[in-house]
């Protein structure tokens, strides 16, 4: 079994409760619950979501002690901000996938600097939740490939 992590940054908790016009009418919950139940073939998935920086890093270096196959993250608000993040995902070596909902590139130009796309094996952005769900099947073909 491949385990994969999925990882959300600040205010994705509010998904389905606020802004549906960027970030859709669908709630984290069941997000998570539909990726759950689509995830590829012998994959697993374990979530997290946190609007605190040190315990997102705290997730991140618990990796060191229970390795996983890959990461996707939604770094959410921390794309743009977070060395710390950053560090943490740099330090441990599971492949990453960068999800954004939207297209951040046609967004404010403070959104189109990102602390992870060189780390992440692939960023996508802009294909709502769906994004998601591409990530998991990007990994599992990273993973297959190996
Ligand atoms: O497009 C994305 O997925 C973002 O990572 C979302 C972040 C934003 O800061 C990034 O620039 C792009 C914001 C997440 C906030 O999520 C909300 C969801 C529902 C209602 C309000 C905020």
């Not at 999925?6 to 619950?33: A, F, H, K, V, W």
Request: hydrophobic share 40%; aromatic share 6%.
């Amino acid at each position: 079994m491949t385990k994969v992590l999925i990882l959300n940054g600040p205010n994705l908790n509010l998904l389905g409760r606020r802004e549906p016009d960027i970030y859709g009418s669908t709630t984290l919950d069941q997000l998570n619950e539909h990726l759950a139940q689509s995830a590829p073939e012998a994959m697993t998935l374990d979530f997290f979501q946190s609007n605190h920086e040190g315990e997102m890093v705290e997730r991140i270096q618990s990796l060191m002690d229970q390795p996983i196959d890959g990461i996707v993250m939604n770094p959410a608000a921390w794309t743009h901000t977070s060395v710390a993040i950053r560090d943490a995902i740099a330090a441990i070596d599971t492949p990453l996938v960068e999800v954004h909902i939207s297209n951040v590139h046609r967004r404010e130009p403070f959104r189109h600097q990102s602390y992870f796309s060189d780390l992440a094996i692939a960023v996508i952005a802009g294909c709502g939740l769906k994004g998601y769900e591409f990530a998991l099947q990007t990994l599992h073909h990273h993973l297959k490939d190996q």
